[in-house]
């Protein structure tokens, strides 16, 4: 049945990933440009730190402080 389905069948390969020192403008542009709601965060050595959602974003856009704080501790 569809339970035993591989996981590439249903994944997106389109994978945008955001520096962990990104800003809000950029993130911004990002999820407007595309059609999801999470972004892996990366350092600079393009290793997974986090992940924001489009939700941490809006919240974020209210307290720039907050944006820094997601992007170090996820």
Avoid: W
């Avoid at 600079?44 to 974020?60: E, H, P, Q, Y």
């Amino acid at each position: 049945g569809c339970m035993e389905t591989m996981v590439p069948t249903y994944m997106n390969t389109k994978v945008i990933s955001i520096g962990k020192n990104s800003t809000l403008r950029d993130i911004e542009r990002i999820f407007l440009e595309n059609k999801f709601n999470h972004m892996p965060v990366v350092d600079n050595s393009s290793m997974l730190v986090g992940i924001i959602t489009r939700k941490d974003f809006l919240k974020a856009i209210h307290d720039e402080d907050q944006l820094a704080e997601l992007l170090q501790t996820r």
